[in-house]
Nanobody
Framework: QVQLVEFGGGSVQSGGSLRLSCVASGYTYIRYCMGWFRQAPGKEREGVAAIQRDGTIRYADSVKGRFTISQDNAKNTLYLQMNSLKPEDTAMYYC???????????????????WGQGTQVTVSS
């Protein structure tokens, strides 16, 4: 059974940093595509950053240059380093996994089968 558990959310001031972690279990981690998504109140869930099995990475335009996705295969853990945070980054952040997908689908929530429970990130101005 695939399980994803996120850690690291919190409250920070604008310009601050946070690092999110997602610990995966129940499957062979390196064989899955992994991604970070977020959902603000009243808005649709959107892709933030994702990584394919071959290491190809895709970022949403809104976070390019500020967020970095990475992974530690030995620890079955996905990370999202978030720097220069803005109030508009405030959202529930989710980790997701799926066995395979095309590059163009990497930031599409519908393409991912497995989801964590989310961790809240709040950025104050």
């Amino acid at each position: 059974q695939v399980q994803l558990v996120e850690f690291g959310g919190g409250s920070v001031q604008s310009g601050g940093s946070l690092r999110l972690s997602c610990v995966a279990s129940g499957y062979t981690y390196i064989r899955y595509c992994m991604g970070w998504f977020r959902q603000a109140p009243g808005k649709e869930r959107e892709g933030v950053a994702a990584i394919q099995r071959d290491g190809t990475i895709r970022y949403a335009d809104s976070v390019k240059g500020r967020f970095t996705i990475s992974q530690d295969n030995a620890k079955n853990t996905l990370y999202l380093q978030m720097n220069s945070l803005k109030p508009e980054d405030t959202a529930m952040y989710y980790c997701a996994a799926d066995p395979a997908m095309a590059f163009r689908e990497l930031l599409s929530p519908r393409a991912f089968k497995y989801w964590g429970q989310g961790t809240q990130v709040t950025v104050s101005s």
